[in-house]
């Protein structure tokens, strides 16, 4: 089909002169859309826009290159499709053939379409809406075609326009090509490579769903090259084969932070896997040295004097740190959790058993940059060695498929599985190289409560923890035998507290059989399975945990709660997803759907955040938010699929939108816009995976009055957040200067804003024009004041060592992110509210993230007089010019 559609391409060019692609070469394809911009010096200097479509480059010559500015009309003139080879061609073009001339790579990227019709309706329709997610170009466009073309209707005609959003400007429109002059790729000037000389473009980065790989749209080097090869190379390697690392010397730490799972509800069924038995015991990590023994809980706690016969038989072991789990097993040699208990509590631990499954160090050889199954194998070897120790016993593995070794698990009344890559090393903190997938509903939760009956001992109350909040998950009635309530009853004693330590709707209501604990022990469970509403049934109690944090107890979900037999399971493959619950959450009154659907990949520690994090997140800072969006038109950035797929923004409503937000119509646009004016609507816009809110800067009702001003700091390469700290108190004592009162928040970035508050006159009101001359004269007189620190051009060439003043988001539709808003970036940064104490050296805005603002929110005192700092900007103008005539 595709070659079809480049018969006009292939027609006008002799591929034995010209270096074009001939678009012989097979692309792998790509799940998102893909577009260049090449800028062309032909007979004219034009830039081509191709966007990918249907397999080929759909294409458009820009006679004067795209405008920011979308007052900017530029003419495009559809051209042939070009092949997707054509993506990577930097180079030129031989002097007679079609389009001769030299050809440089100035933008490339990702785009989207917007609205309801498919891209090939909006063509056909001639009114083709799309968004562009390039290195120099970002944000909406239109090409709208023309009615008259001309040539006698050879040539289709259309006009290039940008949308306005937080990419666009006002003026001079042309600055993103004035400022980048050079390749995207290849960072050469067109003199360059029209002189064959410089280096070639680097490779462009392909994100393909969850797995990224580094790639060139080039037939003989790139994707094309990548499938060929996969037909007589399989894409995993046998861990056999995998290049051995080079090891390090090292001496033996203390103690090694270990690996933990992610929980999958079916085992990865990919190649390159192995898979474990998964044994419900203690994790302990043993060390061995000079024949002295520690055995260390996965929290560090030093339990040698617990487990006395292990310890005395790793005493003939080499020198060693070696991962595993202490288990008590029983008469059919499974591992059974409640004879652990027992046996820790009567201090009769002779006969319990070390499973050895992973080994972290041998001598002063540090082990863990090796491949797992190199790892095993010298764990193996080791313990052979050493003599045939029933306490010491080294964890086999399957390399067959993870279903058939789970469905195995299963009818024997294990646990579950624990699958591991076999070419990975070891990495302390959670990983997606080590999943667990459970074959029964054992379960480890927080106590939060016990209830009594006449004053006596009668159930527990448990919860788990999903970011900050610790949310109720049930009662557990059964499994207390007269000892185990006994030893139970002191521990929770020690733990009592004057009030709930549950959030959320569900959690239980004050009553006087209700004794309130802090949520620090933890119990393991075993279950019938989970309700609707996400709580526990029929619940029995196994005993407490000692060696796991409460903190890091979460809701799993087995494989099969009610059941053993997993015939049949659907495959999956391994990824840094927690399984999804059924159903939905409710936050606020809104029903969150797929609420654990990861929105953040990582927290910056190594956690995803989910949906109904999210939610919450809304839930808790939602009543210091609303009064600085409310009334305001707002866009909002969405990650239906987290901030690793792809990215919406959107202004205006859309079908279904939620009752619980208001749509506005402002002056000049058709559609209405959104607005968040209740703190119901931020768990809707949870609910649409709506992870940043940008409102207008307007006065609240009055879309065409200024209502703040934001003057965002945005550094350039090797510049230390201290400077830009700095730059911010500069611009507040000018505003104080001019009388005006500022406030500052990070920006979830890397900068900060300063923001203003206006009040606004009784009589005429200043519109938008005013407020952003004003705004841009006062960063103006910084950069001329100090022209090595500051700049108030866009142009990434000039930033290095740099800040960038950006006065542009002082404009009528102009947006800045919300104090307190996410941001769409790793680590789940949040733009955050600060004190001016706080703006100085030190300051680390990474630590502003959405599991840490709420409680760093309680304790702060940042902008709580911001209402009472509105000032009017016609006073500040005055004074302004004043002091630009006293100057000059």
């Known amino acids: 089909m595709a070659d079809d559609k480049l018969s006009k391409y292939k027609a006008k060019r002799d591929f034995k002169l010209t270096r074009e692609p001939s678009g012989s070469g097979k692309l792998v394809a790509s799940n998102r859309r893909r577009f260049v911009i090449q800028k062309h010096d032909a007979t004219r200097l034009h830039y081509d826009l191709r966007l990918e479509l249907d397999g080929v480059f759909k294409s458009w010559a820009v006679t004067k290159g795209p405008s920011l500015d979308p007052h900017d009309k530029r003419l495009a003139v559809e ?25 440089m790579l100035w933008d490339r990227g990702y785009w989207e379409p917007e609205g309801n019709r498919t891209p090939e309706e909006a063509l056909a329709k001639g009114d083709f809406k799309f968004t562009l997610e390039g290195d120099r170009l970002h944000g909406s466009f239109v090409l709208v075609r023309m009615r008259h073309d001309r040539d006698g209707g050879k040539r289709t005609n259309w006009l290039l326009i940008k949308h306005h959003d937080d990419f666009s400007v006002e003026e001079n429109g042309a600055v993103v090509l004035e400022d980048n002059e050079t390749s ?13 000389k410089g280096k070639k473009p680097k490779p462009f ?11 060139v749209w080039d037939s003989t080097h790139g994707l094309a090259a990548e499938e060929r090869k996969a037909g007589t190379k399989t894409a ?13 010397k090292s001496e033996m730490p203390d103690f090694i932070a270990p690996q933990l799972c992610e929980s999958l509800a079916r085992p990865p069924s990919a190649t390159g896997w192995i898979h474990e038995i998964k044994f419900d015991g203690y994790r302990i990590q043993m060390r061995v040295e000079d024949g002295e023994v520690s055995l260390k809980t996965r929290k560090g706690l030093d339990w040698t004097a617990k487990y006395g016969a292990i310890a005395k038989s790793a005493s003939a072991l080499p020198d060693c740190i070696i991962d595993g789990e202490i288990c008590a097993l029983d008469e059919k040699g499974a591992p059974d959790f409640a004879a652990l208990q027992a046996a820790l509590s009567e201090g009769k631990t002779d006969n319990l058993t070390y499973f050895a499954f992973d080994l972290l160090f041998a001598g002063d050889e540090d082990l863990r940059a090796l491949p797992l199954i190199e790892r095993k194998q010298r764990l193996d070897g080791l313990l052979s060695e050493s003599g045939d120790d029933p306490r010491l016993r080294y964890v086999e593995h399957f390399e067959t498929g993870g279903d058939a070794v789970l469905k195995s698990a299963c009818r024997l009344s294990l646990e579950g599985i624990i699958s591991k890559q076999a070419d990975a090393p070891y990495k302390s903190g959670r990983s997606n190289t080590w999943a667990k997938s459970k074959c029964r509903a054992g379960h480890e939760v927080v106590i939060g409560a016990y209830a009594t009956t006449n004053g006596k001992f009668r ?42 330590p549950f959030t959320g709707i569900g959690a239980p209501k004050k009553s006087a059989d209700i004794v309130w604990l802090k949520p620090e022990l933890v119990a393991e469970i075993e279950f019938a399975g989970w309700t609707a509403d996400g709580q526990v049934r029929q619940a029995a109690f196994k005993g407490l945990r000692e060696d796991k944090p409460a903190e890091e107890v979460e809701a799993e979900m087995p494989a099969s709660p009610s059941k053993t037999d997993v015939s049949d399971p659907e495959p999956t493959t391994p990824a840094r997803t927690r399984p999804r619950r059924q159903g939905k959450e409710e936050v606020m009154g809104v029903m969150i759907s797929s609420p654990d659907k990861q929105l953040w990949p990582d927290d910056g520690d190594g956690e995803p955040v989910t949906k109904v994090e999210l939610a919450r997140y809304y839930q808790a800072v939602g009543s210091w938010l609303i009064d600085h969006i409310k009334g305001r038109p707002c866009s909002i950035i969405r990650t239906p699929d987290g901030i690793d797929g792809e990215q919406f923004f959107q202004r205006h409503a859309m079908p279904g939108t939620s009752n619980l937000l208001e749509l506005v119509t402002v002056f000049g646009d058709k559609k209405p816009y959104l607005q968040i004016d209740r703190v119901e609507g931020l ?26 001003l934001v003057f965002d700091l945005d550094p350039g390469p090797d510049v230390e957040f201290t400077t830009v700290s700095e730059a911010a108190r ?42 952003k001359a004003f705004a841009h004269d006062v960063c103006r007189e910084m950069a001329r004041d100090n022209p090595e620190l500051y700049l108030i051009k866009m142009a990434k060439a000039q930033r290095e060592g740099r800040i960038f003043l950006d006065y542009l988001r002082n404009d009528r539709m102009s947006t800045a992110v919300a104090p307190l808003s996410p941001r769409a970036r790793p680590g789940a940064t949040v733009s955050m509210p600060l004190n001016w104490s706080q703006v100085k050296a030190g300051l680390d805005p990474k630590r502003f993230t959405i599991r840490t603002v709420p409680g760093l929110l309680e304790k702060s005192t940042a902008w709580q007089d911001y209402g009472d700092g509105q000032r009017p900007l016609e006073q500040a103008i005055k004074r302004l010019s004043k002091a630009k005539n006293r100057a000059a």
């Open 79 to 103: 051209v042939e499709d070009h092949p997707l080879d054509y993506g990577d061609f930097e180079g030129t073009i031989p002097k007679g053939q079609y389009g001769g001339g030299t050809v």
């Open 184 to 196: 995207v790729a290849s960072g050469r000037p067109m003199d360059a490579i029209a002189a064959g």
């Open 205 to 215: 980065m392909i994100q393909g769903g969850d797995v990224e790989a580094d790639a």
């Open 236 to 248: 995993t390697k046998s861990a056999k084969q995998h290049t051995k690392t080079k090891r390090t």
């Open 459 to 500: 159930s527990l109350l448990v919860g788990v923890f999903r970011g900050n909040h610790f949310v109720y998950v049930g009662r557990v009635g059964t499994g207390y035998g007269a000892k185990t309530v006994e030893k139970l009853l002191p521990r929770l004693r020690e733990m009592e507290a004057t009030k709930s």
């Open 683 to 708: 768990a809707a816009i949870a609910q649409l995976g709506g992870v940043e809110l940008h409102p207008w800067n307007c006065e609240p009702g009055q879309p065409e009055v200024p209502g703040r």
């Open 730 to 771: 500069e611009i507040r004592d000018r505003l104080e200067e001019l009388g005006l009162v500022s406030f500052c928040k990070t920006t979830g970035g890397k900068g900060l804003h300063v923001v203003t508050p206006l009040s606004i006159s009784k009589g005429k009101k200043l519109g938008w024009d005013e407020a």
